[in-house]
């Protein structure tokens, strides 16, 4: 019974075309892209805007209830650094 499970696993995948994981990608790229580029993310003390180290951070932040950080850095100079 597994093995019958795991082998219309490997036969199912190759019914997942290849182009679907590249239009997957690019949308992330320009969800990305419009999270850089929004205004109300930008910061008029430091003049920087927001930036995107992973391109799946618009899939995750839906996710977020609470931020924990520590007090060093993150209360005296307004900066967290992961």
Known sequence: MVFTFLMSVIVYQIMIPISLY???????VGQAYFMIQDNRMYDETS?????CRALNINEDLGQIKYVF????GTLTENKMEF
């Open 69 to 72: 950080s520590d007090k060093t």
């Open 47 to 51: 003049k920087s805007r927001f930036q």
């Open 22 to 28: 590249i239009s997957m990608e690019l949308v992330r």
